[in-house]
């Protein structure tokens, strides 16, 4: 797999909890926007981020973004 796959055409909107979570940048993961461990033999790698206070975040789900995990607005030009 040399692209990702694009999960969805818009982000993920979620309320997150202060701790550490890992963003799934290959796009297989049945559990979008979160790494599962689908990677598993290709030449992706998820992406650990940190909450440090509860927030609302937007992350990405087309896998195009700049800003990872965050998403940036590049679903629009898909």
């Given at each position: 797999m040399d692209q990702p796959i694009i999960a969805d055409k818009k982000p993920a909107?979620?309320?997150?909890?202060p701790g550490d979570y890992w963003w799934c940048t290959c796009g297989a993961s049945t559990n979008q926007p979160y790494c599962n461990g689908a990677h598993q033999g290709t030449g992706f790698t998820p992406v650990k981020f940190t909450v440090e206070e509860p927030k609302k975040v937007a992350l990405c789900l087309c896998k195009a973004t700049a800003s990872a995990p965050f998403c940036d607005g590049s679903h629009t030009k898909l």
């Open positions: 909107v979620l309320d997150l909890e």
